[in-house]
């Protein structure tokens, strides 16, 4: 070994080791984002369970039993997990290519409706899985139309998609709520809402439980969302578009094209949620009916940074805590709203987290 070579060795060995702790402390910083967040709104909202009355280990692990342990429960939370997951796979398209699709509730709710209007007409005409595949068809296709506007407003006059999609999805969720009482009615019911899909008409369910085949399609479209974002040259392009508009053009690439191309696949697979949820879960639509699902999973998207996988593991938990939660507000008397508290306080929560995580790393390059 040559002198140069002795004082070199020890240099290497030692930014070896610096890499390697750089590397586990970035990991140790984003788990700390990702769980800190939810554990914080767990605790506060076990002291307000306190403040109310209630006691919040009793509500916790009732919550946990009846969604998790429970075989009825574990089947409604993995069937409800399927809608929830699209609207995650929707929601990290557009994130990931730096755009603000906040209209997943307008187009959502839209293909739900003309989804439960459609099939019911059709299944007497095609076989049940045409009929099934008509139908997912629909839901993309009305998400994808109604996010048109917002994407040519974004890609050709630079307007705040923010705000267009807020608009267009206020508008959304009234025109569907106009459908169901007037041109999508069924005539054979008092009560306002579509024409209901046969339970035999509806997804198969998964190996003889109660589960509904809805839950692959979720699974399916956030791995696949995931693995283009991060491994194809398509999703590079995509997320160049979002993080440095300028440098896509000098790399010879349509800004606006991959815009609307960004809405129309972050749309279409919002209304392929409302899709799966009619065909697999509802079977209709009812008057005033709005589950809201885009903003709620918003902060679950962004504690999983913006990654499929632990996406999934995310929405698992709500899931969990909402059927569990519907459960306890019957058995314990809890508000069956109070999931809603949890993700609103985890709202804050994940703000605070990621405003103390800036202010680390400002300090840290100091």
């Known amino acids: 070994m040559t002198d140069e070579q002795a004082i070199a060795q020890p240099a290497q060995q030692s930014h070896g080791r610096a890499t390697r702790d750089s590397s586990a402390n970035a990991s140790l910083r984003v788990l700390a984002v990702s769980i800190g967040p939810l554990i914080a709104a767990l605790v506060v909202g076990a002291i307000l369970l306190l403040a109310m009355g209630f006691n919040p280990v009793s509500y916790y692990s009732y919550v946990v039993q009846r969604a998790i342990f429970s075989p009825s429960g574990l089947e409604a939370t993995l069937t409800r997990m399927g809608p929830l ?35 019911p007409l059709t299944m007497n005409v095609l076989p049940v899985w045409a009929n099934l595949l008509l139908g997912l ?36 969720v009234s025109l569907a709520n106009v459908l169901v009482k007037l041109a999508f009615l069924d005539p054979a019911t008092t009560t306002p809402q579509t024409r209901t899909l046969p339970v035999e008409a509806r997804l198969p369910r998964l190996f003889d439980t109660a589960t509904s085949s809805g839950l692959l399609i979720g699974l399916f479209a956030v791995i696949a969302v995931h693995l283009i974002m991060t491994r194809t040259s398509f999703g590079m392009r995509l997320r160049l578009v979002g993080a440095n508009p300028r440098a896509a053009v000098h790399a010879g690439l ?25 065909l697999g879960t509802h079977g209709n639509v009812r008057a005033d009916w709005n589950p809201a699902y885009t903003l709620t999973v918003v902060p679950l998207v962004f504690l999983a940074r913006l990654n499929g996988f632990g996406s999934i593991a995310y929405v698992f938990l709500f899931s969990a805590l909402t059927i569990g939660g519907e459960s306890a507000a019957r058995r314990i008397g809890v508000p069956s709203f109070f999931s809603l508290v949890i993700v609103a306080i985890l709202l804050i929560t994940l703000g605070l987290a990621e405003y103390l995580d800036k202010r680390h790393q400002e300090r840290v390059r100091r």
């Open 85 to 119: 997951l699209l609207i995650a796979a929707s929601l990290i398209v557009a994130f990931r290519a730096g755009i603000w699709n906040l209209g997943g509730d307008g187009q959502y709710l839209l293909a739900a409706v003309f989804v439960a209007a459609t099939v």
């Open 137 to 172: 068809l629909i839901g993309a296709v009305v998400g994808a139309i109604w996010g048109i506007l917002p994407a040519i407003l974004k890609a050709w006059q630079g307007i705040n998609e923010i705000i267009t999609t807020l608009m267009m999805s206020f508008l959304g």
């Open 254 to 278: 349509s800004v606006p094209t991959l815009t609307v191309a960004v809405f129309a696949i972050s749309a279409a697979l919002a209304g392929l949620s409302g899709a799966v949820d009619i």
